[in-house]
């Protein structure tokens, strides 16, 4: 059947296998097998290196009642009722009117050498057309198929080369070449390695008690800064063993120490080129800045753990260490685990330098067997430290500043509440008195860092050096107050 709109009804298509030997004009990779009804019809492929052509049909091209041809064109469209027409190689390129609605869809050549060169068809929407065959719908199916591998790619290939293998395949970290490659350097690795060979271990033996703690080395010639209560049992007879870094061993004597603030001086003879510490300044510390803390806890010698500044200022009454007295200190508080044989050593920022001489816990264990690190380690101020050991390595007695007034713990009306500390009684002719304190003034702040209790007052009074200006504010009768005061000194009393 012929249509006067059609413009290939004076050259009709004509299927490979209905082609006569003499008349069809085939291309070397044109398919020339026929199969039985239920086959699937094969697409022409052009030659490779050879581009596809593409015929465009307009709307009114498509007969109504198809010919034997375009039953033929039908059998290879896809389900959604669209076909494909594909010229010959040999056939001559046709202008026609410009397409409607028109869709590039890879060819399956394309799909089997990718995205890059593709050929292309052209795809249009015929008119409702009655039920096709079923070898149809198995030829989309097939497009389809060739469609996803090509977007597959080498996935596809290792999936199925996976599915394909012939049983599972182990790996072991116990197989290949060793990776030796060092780790990259860390910020605490580097503070660590900076400071460890000024990190000494304190052994100590008299006075019918034993134990270690650690030290901090404050010159080249074997000054070394710790705490009093580590060498206070080799105070009036006894030996004291340094171990260094590097392995050595060494005597020490004790230069100097001060119980009130438990700190002590001891000096290896016989030793040069060490390495001393760098001192940085407490008063810069931030709440939350991380830290360091290096020592020898339960004589595990160079331990480093690290951890932040938890609080500042944090009053902290310890034992002098021979159970006839304490001290109070305004302590660096820390998280970073601390634990018994700590004592005496640095407590360092991230540039490497001290911060704080770790010198006291709270333990979770009543026993001093139980005794361990729970997150709460204090450790004494550097810029008090700096000040006591300059003194102690010359000889000097430390003379420490006060107010001269005798306190206790002011709480709220709820009895809990610590809200300050009350002057409970004035040493006549004392700074106290010289500012006017009287009893029952209730001090709560100095230099506007508040005090909650008279331990407080006490640790945040043992920061300053005699002759220093503060500045105390106080409660009387309900009211606050302010008042200048030039703290006093204890002349050096150790008792």
């Known amino acids: 059947m012929s249509n006067e709109n059609d413009p290939f009804a004076s050259d009709p298509y004509v299927p490979p296998h209905r082609r006569s030997d003499a008349g069809a004009e085939q291309g070397p990779d044109a398919s020339t097998s026929a199969g039985p009804d239920d086959a699937e019809p094969t697409v022409p492929v052009p030659p490779a290196g050879q581009p596809e052509h593409t015929t465009e049909l307009p709307r009114d091209a498509v007969p109504s009642d198809p010919t034997p041809h375009d039953s033929a064109r039908q059998d290879a469209s896809h389900d959604d009722g669209t076909f494909h027409r594909f010229e010959d190689d040999a056939a001559p390129r046709r202008e026609h009117a410009p397409p409607v609605a028109e869709h590039p869809v890879p060819t399956a050549a394309a799909a089997g050498a990718g995205a890059a060169g593709a050929g292309w068809a052209v795809q249009q929407a015929p008119p409702a057309r009655r039920p096709r065959k079923r070898r149809g719908r198995r030829l989309a199916g097939a497009l389809a198929v060739v469609l996803l591998a090509g977007a597959a790619g080498?996935?596809?290939?290792?999936?199925?080369?996976?599915?394909?293998?012939?049983?599972?395949?182990?790996?072991?970290?116990?197989?290949?070449?060793?990776?030796?490659?060092?780790?990259?350097?860390?910020?605490?690795?580097?503070?660590?390695?900076?400071?460890?060979?000024?990190?000494?271990?304190?052994?100590?033996?008299?006075?019918?008690?034993?134990?270690?703690?650690?030290?901090?080395?404050?010159?080249?010639?074997?000054?070394?800064?710790?705490?009093?209560?580590?060498?206070?049992?080799?105070?009036?007879?006894?030996?004291?063993?340094?171990?260094?870094?590097?392995?050595?061993?060494?005597?020490?004597?004790?230069?100097?120490?001060?119980?009130?603030?438990?700190?002590?001086?001891?000096?290896?003879?016989?030793?040069?080129?060490?390495?001393?510490?760098?001192?940085?300044?407490?008063?810069?510390?931030?709440?939350?800045?991380?830290?360091?803390?290096?020592g020898s806890p339960f004589g595990l010698e160079s331990t480093v753990t690290s951890g932040i500044v938890s609080a500042l200022n944090r009053p902290v009454a310890s034992s002098d260490g021979t159970g006839g007295g304490s001290t109070v200190f305004p302590a660096v508080q820390t998280d970073a685990a601390i634990n018994p044989g700590n004592s005496g050593g640095p407590l360092v920022d991230l540039q490497g330098r001290v911060v704080g001489i770790n010198s006291a816990i709270r333990s979770g264990g009543s026993a001093p067997g139980e005794a361990g690190s729970i997150g709460l380690g204090f450790a004494i101020p550097v810029d008090l430290a700096r000040s006591v050991a300059g003194q102690l390595r010359a000889g000097e007695t430390v003379e420490h500043a006060q107010i001269g007034v005798t306190v206790r713990p002011a709480v709220d009306n709820d009895e809990i509440t610590g809200i300050g500390a009350e002057v409970v009684e004035v040493n006549p002719g004392s700074a106290g008195a010289d500012a006017g304190l009287q009893e029952g003034d209730v001090i709560t702040s100095i230099n506007d860092v508040p005090v909650g209790s008279s331990n407080a007052l006490v640790a945040a009074i043992r920061g300053y050096r005699p002759g220093d200006e503060v500045t105390l504010s106080f409660l009387r009768g309900g009211e606050r107050q302010e008042v200048s005061v030039t703290l006093d000194s204890d002349g050096g009393n150790t008792a």
């Open 154 to 294: 080498f996935g596809g290939a290792a999936l199925y080369g996976a599915l394909d293998d012939d049983g599972p395949v182990t790996v072991s970290s116990l197989q290949g070449e060793v990776d030796a490659e060092p780790a990259a350097t860390g910020q605490i690795e580097r503070v660590a390695e900076a400071v460890l060979p000024s990190v000494t271990q304190i052994n100590v033996a008299g006075a019918g008690a034993a134990g270690s703690g650690t030290g901090i080395i404050i010159s080249d010639d074997g000054e070394i800064l710790t705490n009093n209560h580590v060498i206070e049992a080799a105070a009036d007879g006894g030996t004291i063993t340094v171990a260094f870094n590097d392995g050595t061993n060494g005597e020490a004597t004790i230069l100097g120490r001060d119980p009130k603030t438990d700190l002590a001086v001891i000096k290896v003879d016989g030793v040069s080129g060490l390495t001393p510490a760098t001192l940085g300044s407490s008063a810069s510390l931030t709440v939350g800045q991380e830290v360091v803390a290096i």
